[in-house]
T-cell receptor, first 114, second 113 residues
Framework: KAGVTQTPRYLIKTRGQQVTLSCSPISGHRSVSWYQQTPGQGLQFLFEYFSETQRNKGNFPGRFSGRQFSNSRSEMNVSTLELGDSALYLC?????????????FGQGTRLTVV | AQKVTQAQTEISVVEKEDVTLDCVYE???????LFWYKQPPSGELVFLIR??????QNEISGRYSWNFQKSTSSFNFTITASQVVDSAVYFC??????????FGQGTELSVKP
């Protein structure tokens, strides 16, 4: 069974640009959550999607957005990039919403903003 | 508000030593879930254990064991006879529902040969 796939693995962008990150969950999983990991703030929850609907959102500015498609794949978008957006972005997949089973994480996308 | 505190930022041990990673949590919920994840250098978080708030039984899995004490809001993780392959960052996390995990700051464990 394939794991969670995140693309791209590495990305370098310039301040002011926008970026789209992709996450393909484990086959059959319907929930996807996104997290930002930085040395200063640690792991912070961005948002969660289930059945194409955002179910939960963390405390991030509106520049951070996401969506989920009918095949459960998810994308997150960051517009008007700032230097502080440089981070490892991790995606997690779950069988369903509210089940509190373990999350399966991808290897992440390392975003560097210059 | 929910919060997870891992007071130990870094721990260094020599192989075969036992090591305990501390985790203290705060929540007003009566139903919640606690987790431990391991993050190797490759970046992905690897699930180790989940415990719900109504199950205070300690658990042992091979060299790993967990001690959950609601009275002190702690969920500590012990590695017995540590090995070099145990070197990683370990995260304790708390969840009330669904996929929103509240993580501690992590403990970087270094096991030297």
């Amino acid at each position: 069974k394939a794991g969670v796939t995140q693309t791209p693995r590495y990305l370098i962008k310039t301040r002011g640009q926008q970026v789209t990150l992709s996450c393909s969950p484990i086959s059959g999983h319907r929930s996807v959550s996104w997290y930002q990991q930085t040395p200063g703030q640690g792991l912070q929850f961005l948002f969660e999607y289930f059945s194409e609907t955002q179910r939960n959102k963390g405390n991030f500015p509106g520049r951070f957005s996401g969506r989920q498609f009918s095949n459960s794949r998810s994308e997150m978008n960051v517009s008007t990039l700032e230097l502080g957006d440089s981070a490892l972005y991790l995606c997690a997949s779950y069988p369903g919403w509210g089940t509190n089973t373990e999350a399966f994480f991808g290897q992440g996308t390392r975003l560097t903003v210059v | 508000a929910q919060k997870v505190t891992q007071a130990q930022t870094e721990i260094s041990v020599v192989e075969k030593e036992d090591v305990t990673l501390d985790c203290v949590y705060e929540t007003r919920d009566t139903t919640y879930y606690l987790f431990w994840y391991k993050q190797p250098p490759s970046g992905e978080l690897v699930f180790l254990i989940r415990r719900n708030s109504f199950d205070e039984q300690n658990e042992i899995s091979g060299r790993y064991s967990w001690n959950f004490q609601k009275s002190t809001s702690s969920f500590n993780f012990t590695i017995t006879a540590s090995q070099v392959v145990d070197s990683a960052v370990y995260f304790c996390a708390l969840s009330r529902q669904g996929g929103k995990l509240i993580f501690g700051q992590g403990t970087e464990l270094s096991v030297k040969p």
